[in-house]
């Protein structure tokens, strides 16, 4: 094997981690987070909502099972949550230069350098979690030998436009017509609502779908902040007030927030994992979720007419909210999770319940 080429991961508070390349070898800057979960690193490199960051992967044996088939059904790529890898830079402990799954076609490597994206491994992970935990989400820039990149803050941008579909897409030929603004969305989630019966018209995140016919309203997952997506949130108060079914996920919990006017906040390192716990609000229901998210609803801003759904059971954080009398709610995790857990799958039927009742 020839030497690898050595890479530089510089935080912005100066602290600075040595490792080796694999993947593409390129310059690049973001926002340094790190997730936790063992598995599923295809669906969460493919995740629109980690748009601009460098992921980190604490778990420390990464590539072992490579990159899987894009095979397509329904016109979406079966086991990936997108078309392409929306992560600036991989972070990882030890790297698998072999690999075997009976459904990959290719390396974690070659998948990385197809789409020009850097990996590094032999990094100390724990010690970067660690920092990060401390300090809390920190721009960080990858710089292979001989390249040099500024430091780049991706929550200035509006990574919702990057992210979000160009023009309005139908899947499905159900009973029940549901829009889903993209504002980054995971293909599970148009999987498990086409299982549910329906039509899916999947708009741009600023489209005005009030001149479309429709039951239900969905709002989708997405990358940065929620207050960047203006257009999106007054779409959402024009919906209040027709009172179809609304269900968000993700950005869509914090984008519903908004239009009702409350608030959301930066949370210091975010929740990204796959074993998050909440509890359901008025009940003793504890749930084990997937998360991918930086942003958070404040509770204590909620108005009169809304009631938060989950709490997070580790930090008390917002995990959804409902309306006392409307058939609006939303999460804050992904019942939808592909790579698990899937617990609060059953809410996708409450939502069609929702619809079938209107």
């Not at 973001?30 to 980690?50: C, K, Q, R």
């Not at 016109?75 to 990959?104: K, M």
């Not at 039951?215 to 949130?233: H, Q, R, V, W, Y």
Request: proline fraction near 4%; hydrophobic fraction near 30%; aromatic fraction near 12%.
């Amino acid at each position: 094997m020839k030497e690898k080429i050595k890479v530089k991961l510089t935080l912005e508070d100066g602290t600075v981690y040595y490792g080796k390349s694999f993947g593409a070898t390129v310059a690049v800057a973001g926002e340094v987070v790190f997730n936790t979960a063992m598995t599923g690193y295809p669906e969460s490199l493919t995740d629109p909502s980690y748009r601009g960051q460098i992921l980190c992967l604490t778990y420390p044996l990464v590539g072992n099972y490579g990159a899987p088939a894009k095979s397509e059904e329904n016109d979406l790529y079966r086991f990936y949550e997108s078309s392409s890898i929306h992560i600036s830079a991989l972070i990882v402990s030890d790297y698998s230069f072999e690999y075997s799954h009976w459904n990959a076609t290719e390396s974690l490597d070659e998948w990385l350098k197809r789409n020009k994206v850097p990996g590094v491994y032999g990094i100390d992970t724990r010690a970067l979690t660690k920092r990060i935990r401390e300090k809390g989400a920190m721009l960080g820039k990858v710089e292979p030998e001989g390249e040099e990149v500024s430091f780049y803050d991706p929550n200035k941008v509006n990574l919702v436009a990057e992210v979000s579909t160009r023009e309005k897409k139908t899947y499905g030929n159900g009973k029940y017509r549901i829009v889903l603004v993209d504002c980054g969305v995971k293909y599970n989630i148009i999987r498990n609502l086409l299982k549910r019966d329906t039509t899916i018209i999947r708009v741009p995140w600023d489209y005005d779908y009030h001149r479309e016919e429709f039951d239900g309203l969905f709002l989708s997952n997405g990358p940065g902040d929620p207050k960047m997506c203006m257009a999106t949130i007054e779409n959402i108060r024009n919906s209040f007030e027709k009172e179809k079914p609304v269900f968000g996920i993700c950005l869509g919990n914090q984008l519903m927030a908004l239009a009702s006017g409350a608030d959301t906040y930066k949370l210091k390192y975010g929740h990204r994992s796959h074993n998050q716990p909440v509890i359901q609000v008025g009940t003793n229901k504890a749930y084990i979720t997937s998360q991918n998210h930086g942003f958070a609803v404040d509770n204590t801003t909620l108005g009169k007419e809304w009631d938060p759904l989950f709490i997070n059971i580790n930090d008390k954080t917002n995990e959804g909210m409902k309306h006392k009398t409307k058939p609006f709610f939303s999460t804050q995790f992904h019942p939808e999770a592909s790579g698990g857990p899937t617990d609060t799958d059953y809410l996708f039927d409450e939502f069609i319940e929702n619809i079938k009742r209107q």
